[in-house]
């Protein structure tokens, strides 16, 4: 247990909680009073340990924390008497043959705690995480989920344990922690694959194999599963040369032998089926390759165990569906997930899994807007950073919408290139509105997107800001830089080559304020938008606000020119998206809409709305 004199190797110490404190549960102590007089043997074994390592450490921890609870019981005198005896080795106590770690997982899947509560018990028990550590893989407040953790410990308190849960419950948390896991956490994932096997050599219930193929089969594409700078990888683009061979063999063998005890009164159960159409992807040499017809022969299984399966599960119905659009088309397809729409109809699956049927079928156009609208119902970071994505691709791929845009780079690299300082040195009354709402607001750091040649973030930086600066323009961004060094102020101003249809390149709550002149009425759809502005507020901070100006459909170049549809119109090589003012609200959703400032600009003259929202606190 030590790696040297005088160094502890705290590792294999948390590796032996689950064991004592299993051991200790087992003689019948409540959990939560043993859990603590196990953190008191913790401490004293960090204390003593380096010095005078014992020979049996499960035993030494053991016998300390069962100290602990008899000086719990007894007055303060007699524990006073015999703290002097702790630091030298005690008399190890009888301890249980084995390892009791399955005893304790289902002491932490008792029926008498919510789900929720027996996934983070057992990872606080059985997987030796901290408090924090649970929190941050549920993405809640560490104070919530010691809360949670504490009242699932005192459900416990004084109920029998002889009998705790039952394997239902067992293999259902051993399931939410691998798909906790999966999604990030790969050590989580890790654990809850040694747990079910641990598991599987205790009882010959398929389920149990089921469960255990089942996860190796998914946990062997982690591997591709996200590219060099962290970034989702759907199935089929993924590259099938990184996923784990020997894993997925494995997972065939171990669900080959849960099938093989199948009989008439004994179907495969929900992670049986699951196993075997993981097995049916990972059996493809390409995603071509996948043989969509068994694998919808296996969801009709899967939905079958269900009296009601889109409202007892529709994540199956949803799966379903794309195995419905593969094998009789993605018309089809999508009327599966109108069944779904009262269900499951506000979460981000639901519009994520039309974007990809709609985009099988061939419309782009639907396609973005789905997936843009699953953008912004996702909570995680990485899954909306991926949609986004999507919606971007889709909409560039559509309608002649990419060449737009690709026209555009061009054009505008052009005019500042021919045309520097096109805008002059002094800056818009745009910007001069959003300094003033900034320093009410205790702004500090402004990023502008659309910045051009700087007009307005030279201002911003003159005026004491530190702007981060960026626009798809490199010719506009050299002139800005050059101006910084010339004006002094290149410290307090960072540029980036960016195209907002892109996830911006910035951690979640960066960013005070952001500013963009003109920016959001480029040639961009509305999905488009839709997404950028979701970007906006996952990178600002709480309270962050968010100026912009738009020229609207009371414009008198509005309905001129070429039409690009989605209200895009271009003007001498300009494209223009010319807001209605329902757009302006609808981008407002979840924000503080503080100000929807109508002005002119220029000699045409340009009419414009400048807008101001902030996120909430």
């Known amino acids: 247990m030590t790696d040297e004199p005088g160094r502890l190797d705290e590792g294999a110490l948390r590796a032996l909680v689950p064991r004592v404190l299993a051991g200790l549960v087992r003689r019948g102590e409540d959990f939560d009073v043993a859990e603590d007089a196990l953190q008191e043997a913790l401490l004293e074994a960090l204390r003593v340990w380096p010095e005078h390592p014992p020979r049996d450490p499960r035993a030494w921890l053991t016998t300390v924390a069962a100290r602990r609870l008899v000086d719990a019981r007894r007055s303060e005198v007699s524990r006073r008497r015999r703290e002097h005896h702790t630091s030298a080795e005690p008399r190890p106590d009888t301890t249980e043959e084995g390892d009791d770690t399955l005893f304790l997982l289902f002491c932490c899947c008792h029926s008498d705690l919510a789900p929720a509560s027996q996934v983070a018990l057992t990872l606080r028990a059985v997987a030796g995480l901290t408090t924090r550590e649970i929190a941050d893989a549920f993405f809640v407040p560490e104070a919530t989920m010691a809360q949670r953790i504490s009242r699932a410990k005192r459900t416990l308190r004084g109920r029998p344990l002889d009998q705790p849960g039952d394997l239902a419950v067992v293999l259902r948390v051993l399931y939410l922690v691998y798909t906790a896991g999966h999604a990030g956490r790969v050590d989580l994932a890790g654990k809850a694959i040694r747990l079910t096997r641990q598991l599987t050599l205790a009882t010959e219930e398929p389920e149990a194999r089921g469960l255990l193929a089942l996860m190796l089969l998914n946990h062997a594409r982690l591997p591709a599963r996200f590219d060099a700078e962290g970034r989702i990888v759907t199935l089929d683009l993924q590259d099938r040369g990184l996923w784990d061979r020997r894993e997925i063999a494995d997972g065939v063998r171990v669900l080959q032998s849960a099938l093989a005890l199948q009989t008439e009164a004994r179907r495969p159960g929900r992670y049986q089926i699951e196993a075997a159409i993981a097995a049916l992807h990972d059996d493809a040499a390409d995603a071509e390759e996948t043989d969509w017809p068994q694998i919808l022969a296996w969801y009709d299984d899967l939905v079958a165990l269900s009296d009601d ?66 953008a912004r119902r996702a909570t995680n970071v990485g899954e909306r950073d991926h949609l986004v994505r999507q919606a971007a691709r889709a909409r560039a791929s559509g309608a002649g919408v990419g060449e737009l845009a690709r026209a555009q780079h061009e054009h505008w690299e052009g005019t500042y290139d021919a045309h520097p300082r096109m805008y002059g040195d002094q800056p818009s009354e745009a910007a001069r509105h959003a300094i003033d709402v900034f320093r009410a607001g205790g702004v500090r750091d402004v990023l502008e997107l659309g910045a051009g040649h700087g007009r307005d973030a030279l201002f911003f930086a003159r005026e004491g800001f530190r702007v981060r600066a960026t626009d798809f323009s490199a010719v506009a961004l050299d002139q800005l830089r050059s101006a910084a060094n010339r004006a002094g102020v290149a410290g307090d101003l960072v540029t980036a080559v960016h195209d907002v249809r892109a996830p911006l390149p910035l951690p979640d709550a960066s960013v005070d304020a952001v500013f963009a002149h003109m920016l959001l009425c480029m040639a961009l759809s509305t999905a488009e938008i839709e997404a950028l502005v979701g970007e906006l507020r996952r990178v600002l901070r709480p309270g962050g606000i968010l100026v912009y100006t738009v020229r609207h459909t009371g414009d008198a170049h509005y309905g001129t020119g070429v039409a690009h549809g989605d209200d895009i119109f271009e003007q001498g090589g300009f494209a223009v998206h010319f807001f209605p003012r329902h757009l302006v609200d609808t981008l407002a959703e979840g924000w503080q809409l503080d100000q929807v400032h109508p002005f002119e600009e220029g000699d045409l003259p340009r009419r414009l709305w400048r807008v101001t929202q902030s996120l909430p606190r």
């Open 309 to 374: 399966p889109v409202r007892q599960d529709p994540a199956a119905v949803l799966g379903r569906a794309v195995a419905v659009g593969h094998v009789l088309g993605a018309a089809a397809g999508l009327r599966e997930t109108d069944r779904l729409l009262e269900v499951i109809g506000k979460r981000h699956r639901w519009h994520a899994v039309r974007g990809y049927l709609h985009e099988l079928d061939g419309d782009l156009t639907a396609a973005a807007a789905a997936y843009a609208e699953a």
